[in-house]
């Protein structure tokens, strides 16, 4: 028998990618620290098909440029694109002692798909989407 059968193969490279798509559920939090970084916050609102007709909740964290793009362009109910990585966050409750896990989505791209009138309610001219990774 042939001892490599047996053996598993790691892939070259693990991978942690996702990509949503919905409309921000509140306006984007910015914070400035005083090493210069900054970073933005919101959650994303992501339906499912029609039949399931249920509501996926993502919170969002983005740093350096696009947290500054985030925090000028995303409004709540922006509808947006997010390419990112998950993160599992946990912690201990104080109140109970059980350990709590949520994911959070740390992205690095936003594209905004809606119209800049519908991102920016003062805009009149209409475009298709805005890529943030060309910014």
Same mark, same amino acid.
């Not at 362009?73 to 997010?82: D, R, W």
């Not at 709590?100 to 989505?105: A, G, R, S, T």
């Given at each position: 028998m042939n001892s490599q059968s047996n053996t598993y193969t790691q892939p070259l490279a693990d991978i942690n990618h996702i990509v949503l798509v919905g409309r921000a559920g509140r306006d984007p939090e910015i914070r400035y620290f005083d090493s210069g970084k900054v970073v933005t916050t919101f959650s994303l609102a992501v339906n499912r098909p029609a039949k399931d007709a249920q509501t996926?909740?993502? *919170?969002?964290?983005?740093? !350096?440029?696009? +947290? %500054?793009? +985030?925090? %000028?362009?995303?409004? &709540?109910?922006?509808?947006?694109?997010? %390419? !990112? /990585?998950?993160?599992? *966050?946990?912690?201990?409750?104080?109140?109970?002692? %059980?350990? $709590?896990?949520? =994911? @959070?989505?740390?992205? *690095? $791209?936003?594209?905004? @798909? !809606?119209? &800049? /009138? *519908? $991102?920016? =309610?003062?805009?009149?001219?209409?475009s298709n989407s805005f890529d943030t990774a060309q910014a």
């Open positions: 996926d909740w993502f *919170d969002i964290e983005m740093w !350096g440029k696009q +947290a %500054e793009i +985030a925090g %000028e362009y995303v409004k &709540k109910g922006s509808l947006i694109g997010i %390419e !990112g /990585k998950i993160r599992w *966050d946990s912690w201990v409750s104080k109140d109970s002692g %059980e350990t $709590n896990i949520k =994911p @959070l989505v740390i992205a *690095d $791209n936003i594209r905004l @798909l !809606g119209s &800049k /009138k *519908d $991102n920016n =309610p003062g805009a009149t001219s209409q």
